[in-house]
C-alpha cells in the first residue's frame, strides 16, 4: 500500500510537473510522464524514494524492526559483541543480523546476513589471527573500501559498529554519506 503516494510524492520534491497518469490492474503497474527535461530529477527521485539505485534496491521496509549490522574491528571486543548480538538473534529477543564484517585488511559481506554457522567459523579464523581478506568469500582492501561496497546495497536500518583500534575515521564518513547510523 502506498506505493503510488511515494511515487509522486517522490516526483513533486523533485519539482517535476507530472502531465498524465496511468495505473494498471495492481497498484505496483504506474506509468506518469512528465517534461523531458524533468526527466531526470523524476527518474533520480523515485529511484532513491525506493532505494533502487542500491543493489537489491525496493526491498527496504520489509523487515521494518529489523537492523543490519556491520562490525568494524573484529579484534578480542568485536568477537565478543559477535557472540552477543547472535545469543540475542538466536533467541529472538532482537531482529538483528550481521551483514558485514571489517579488519584491517579486508571483509566479509553478505547482505542477507551472515549465517551463525559462518560467523563462528569467521571468529575462530580471526582468533587464530587469520585475515578476513583470506576467507572464502573475503575481500581485500580498506575500511572504507569496504563501507562504500556494503552501502551500495539495499539494507535494513543499517547501523555500523566502531570496535577497531586504529584510525577510522574515513570510514565512520563513508557509513554516514551511505545513510548508516553509528
Do not use: C, Y
Not at 558485514?100 to 560467523?119: H, K, P, Y
Amino acid at each position: 500500500p502506498g506505493i503510488a503516494a511515494r511515487i509522486f510524492s517522490a516526483v513533486a520534491g523533485a519539482e517535476a510537473n507530472v502531465v498524465a497518469i496511468a495505473q494498471g490492474a495492481s497498484e505496483r503497474i504506474v506509468s506518469f510522464v512528465v517534461d523531458g527535461g524533468q526527466v531526470p530529477a523524476a527518474l533520480k527521485a523515485v529511484h532513491s524514494a525506493f532505494h533502487l539505485h542500491k543493489v537489491g534496491g525496493g526491498k527496504v521496509g520489509r523487515r521494518a524492526q529489523g537492523t543490519d549490522i556491520i562490525l568494524l574491528g573484529v579484534g578480542r571486543v568485536g568477537r565478543e559483541l559477535v557472540s552477543q548480538i547472535t545469543a540475542l538473534a538466536r533467541d529472538g529477543r532482537a531482529p538483528v543480523r550481521i551483514v558485514g564484517l571489517i579488519d584491517r585488511a579486508g571483509w566479509v559481506f553478505d547482505a542477507r546476513g551472515l549465517s551463525q554457522r559462518r560467523l563462528g567459523s569467521l571468529m575462530l579464523h580471526k582468533q587464530a589471527g587469520g585475515a578476513l581478506g583470506d576467507v572464502r568469500g573475503g575481500e581485500w582492501g580498506s575500511a572504507r573500501e569496504a563501507v562504500d561496497a556494503m552501502g551500495a546495497h539495499s539494507l535494513m536500518r543499517p547501523v555500523l559498529i566502531d570496535v577497531a583500534s586504529g584510525d577510522t575515521g574515513p570510514a565512520l564518513v563513508a557509513a554516514i554519506s551511505h545513510d548508516m547510523d553509528l
